[in-house]
């Protein structure tokens, strides 16, 4: 027990003398928590271009456009008599949208009919289409209720937004509450790997051997730093920047130590393969965005090819980003990720013992290292 502890302080004195593994470590997580959100911080789009095709030049559909030009969510690129040219603009990505307003659209407000106003929206980028409509919308409500005016004493409808939209988990429906608590989980993922593959690669070029109190020793440090880390940032910054948190906090205390342990065997295995230190840098230049856009966030897994489900389903970083949104933004009950998480321990199990054998072993000099030697 005592070569336990001694191991465990020894990892942190080689850590902090180490500015390279210090900052991957520490300094990193900190830095990210402020990079992110604040890149983020607007939270909405603004000024999204859009086209407008006045059939009907009418008064009514002077008011529409004016009232349309005073959001804050939209820019009008164009306005124009022909739908072809609206539409050809739409193909050539000079526009995110359509606003038609037809030749028939004060007589149809008037009458009370329904329809009249068209809107045809790009699905390219979901959050970018849904601050068009929210714009447009709102615009369109206002222009035409100021327009009944005239017709009270003729007809009694009523404009209305049909769609009434009730944010459940990103109440506040903007990029960096959306973005933001996916990312937090990779970080740690991406540090720890990175760190620890090159504090590991580092020991084994000195011909560092494995044994139960160096092992363990490195592993609970390691565990202590992923498991502070991931309190910061799901606590102090969620908190800082207002993101939706606490969702299921015990459930959250629970899945962390295991995904930390999951993770931090994975940097274990890695080390064990890599030849010197700086050969763990390569790690994050190409597996960074691949792992993101794996996880499922930024496009959902159901619309991926099955070979590519296959493939994310696996990954650590895939498992522990969704079972922390699920945590901490959506409030879901443990028993409902409890599969994750035990997925999460058995796959730690394997990966701790599968790299305390490799690196128990001596190391294995390059035919080229010897000849250098």
Not at 155 to 183: C, K
Not at 216 to 244: E, K, N, Q, R
Not at 284 to 291: A, G, Q, R, Y
Request: charged letters at 10%; hydrophobic letters at 50%; glycine letters at 6%.
């Amino acid at each position: 027990m005592k070569a336990f502890f001694q191991n465990y302080s020894q990892t942190f004195k080689n850590i902090v003398a180490n500015q390279s593994i210090l900052t991957t470590l520490i300094l990193s997580v900190f830095f990210y928590s402020f990079f992110y959100p604040t890149a983020y911080q607007a939270e909405h789009a603004e000024f999204l271009p859009i086209v407008i095709v006045d059939e009907e030049q009418s008064d009514l559909s002077q008011r529409i456009i004016t009232e349309v030009l005073k959001s804050p969510n939209i820019e009008v690129k164009q306005i124009t008599h022909n739908f072809l040219d609206a539409q050809h603009l739409v193909q050539q990505q000079q526009a995110d949208g359509i606003l038609l307003l037809p030749h028939n659209l004060s007589q149809s407000v008037a009458r009370g009919e329904v329809g009249g106003v068209g809107l045809y929206l790009s699905a390219a980028y979901f959050l970018r289409t849904k601050q068009i409509g929210v714009g447009i919308a709102s615009s369109i409500e206002n222009a035409i209720q100021q327009q009944l005016e005239k017709f009270s004493h003729r007809t009694q409808f009523a404009a209305h937004i049909p769609v009434h939209q009730v944010p459940l988990f990103n109440v506040l429906s903007g990029y960096g509450s959306y973005i933001f608590p996916a990312v937090a989980p990779l970080i740690i993922h991406q540090t720890i790997v990175l760190g620890l593959a090159m504090l590991i690669a580092g020991y084994r070029e000195q011909n560092w051997q494995a044994t139960p109190a160096k092992f363990f020793g490195v592993f609970a440090a390691l565990l202590s730093i992923g498991c502070l880390g991931c309190c910061y940032l799901f606590g102090f910054t969620f908190w800082l920047y207002d993101y939706p948190r606490g969702g299921n906090f015990w459930g959250m205390l629970l899945a962390v130590p295991v995904f930390i342990s999951c993770v931090i065997g994975l940097g274990l295995l890695i080390a064990s393969f890599l030849d010197i230190s700086e050969r763990a840098g390569h790690l994050i230049v190409f597996t960074s965005i691949p792992l993101f856009l794996l996880t499922g966030v930024a496009w959902p897994h159901l619309a991926m090819p099955e070979w590519l489900q296959a493939l994310a389903a696996p990954l650590p970083s895939t498992q522990g980003v969704q079972l922390f949104i699920q945590l901490n933004q959506m409030g879901v009950p443990t028993a409902l990720v409890f599969d994750k998480i035990l997925y999460l321990a058995g796959l730690a199990v394997i990966l701790l013992a599968w790299s305390y054998w490799r690196l128990s072993q001596p190391r294995k000099i390059p035919a080229t290292q010897h000849k250098q030697l």
